[in-house]
């Protein structure tokens, strides 16, 4: 749910024109508010932005609504000289590209076709790569960094920090461990130098032509952990699984709403026919499911992450993986309180310490019902 409240932004931007005019018009939006966290450049529409969840339009005095072609100049400046990118877009109807804008940010960008014309959305990403204090991270998770082995699964849903999360922990691995560390990313997003691990860096389509080949060809790079950036298709999570196997520590994102959903999707991924001797497959590999969200603040509308750990050996994690405990209904989920870290009861937490309103952190619960029970809302 979007945050509310957020104010109408104005700044004052020339007409785009041609060459450098795309990181002008970037730099100055950036420069209308720092917590611009996503932009959309759609034809018949303003310039739009998201602040804190919600999605505005910038006020720009004078300047009409973009065209097709303003569109299609801004794809034409951010593809560049990228030739996979421009065939992907032709042949395909979309491509996603990082692009970076010297001393000011970051993004990660989808172009895409829709109505014969492009629309472009941009996710800005921040110059440096997130810590665990930044992100409000629980201590418990540094222990990831002595794992040799399995699988690390961070969940939630789009939008939620998921690829901040990743690059804390491989920040953390990067600085505390002497590992060789390949992430497959699309694209690449937050750049890890060398620290006391080696960090190489794969982007799909620039460094590979997709993620199923470069994880195939990392099992022979001789790394110790292997970040994949998300896992999309049964193939890539089966691929994981043999990895994690094979002694090494593979970390990943899905797009789910909570980590039950990620362990059933990644459980029914694997072949059918042995679905009892793939859960135990998975139950043995699977190290840490971290499931998060963003929750809006009451006094600056700013958002904070809230975390959820299942960590193997688990009562409920275990019951999960072996398909002995499902959601009857939506009255009966799983019990999330089992869970190492809870997200709904770090809401709690929040809401009595007068940092959320009970109405946001209401819908923002995994369990609103049980959450608003606690919270003594009325039902409405």
Not at 48 to 72: H, K, S
Not at 346 to 353: F, H
Request: charged share 25%; aromatic share 4%; hydrophobic share 40%.
């Amino acid at each position: 749910m979007a945050a509310t409240g957020t104010a109408r932004i104005q700044v004052s931007l020339d007409p785009i024109s041609a060459g450098a005019a795309t990181d002008e018009l970037l730099a100055a939006i950036l420069r209308a508010n720092p917590r611009v966290s996503d932009l959309i450049f759609s034809p018949g529409k303003k310039f739009q932005i998201q602040v804190n969840g919600e999605f505005v339009e910038l006020e720009t005095p004078g300047m009409p609504p973009l065209t097709a072609d303003d569109t299609r100049r801004v794809a034409s400046d951010l593809i560049g000289s990228n030739k996979s990118a421009l065939s992907m877009l032709r042949e395909q109807g979309y491509c996603d590209i990082s692009y970076a804008l010297p001393g000011v940010a970051r993004f990660r960008v989808n172009i895409f076709i829709q109505r014969g014309s492009c629309a472009v959305v941009m996710r800005v990403i921040p110059t440096a790569v997130p810590d665990f204090v930044s992100l409000g991270l629980p201590e418990q998770l540094r222990d990831i960094a002595k794992l040799h082995d399995g699988l690390v699964l961070i969940t939630g849903p789009r939008g939620s920090g998921k690829s901040s999360t990743l690059a804390a922990l491989l920040d953390h691995i990067n600085e505390s461990e002497t590992s060789h560390i390949i992430t497959i990313e699309d694209p690449i997003e937050f750049l890890h130098n060398h620290k006391r691990s080696t960090v190489h860096q794969r982007e799909l389509h620039s460094d590979t032509p997709s993620v199923l080949q470069a994880l195939s060809a990392a099992l022979r790079q001789a790394p110790n952990v292997i970040a994949v950036g998300e896992l999309k298709t049964e193939e890539i999570m089966q691929l994981a699984l043999d990895a994690a196997e094979t002694g090494h520590l593979v970390l990943s994102t899905m797009n789910t709403i909570n980590a039950q959903q990620a362990v059933e999707r990644f459980a029914s991924a694997l072949p059918s026919g042995e679905q009892r001797p793939a859960r135990d497959r998975l139950a043995r590999m699977l190290r840490y499911v971290i499931s998060q969200r963003l929750v809006p603040r009451k006094q600056d509308e700013h958002r904070m992450a809230v975390f959820e750990v299942w960590k193997s050996g688990s009562e409920s994690l275990d019951q999960l993986l072996r398909n002995q405990s499902r959601r009857r209904s939506d009255d009966h989920p799983l019990n999330t309180e089992q869970a190492e870290w809870s997200i709904d009861s770090q809401i709690e937490d929040l809401v009595r310490a007068g940092v959320v309103t009970a109405d946001i952190a209401v819908t923002h619960a995994m369990d609103p019902r049980a959450l608003a029970k606690k919270l003594s809302i009325p039902k409405r």
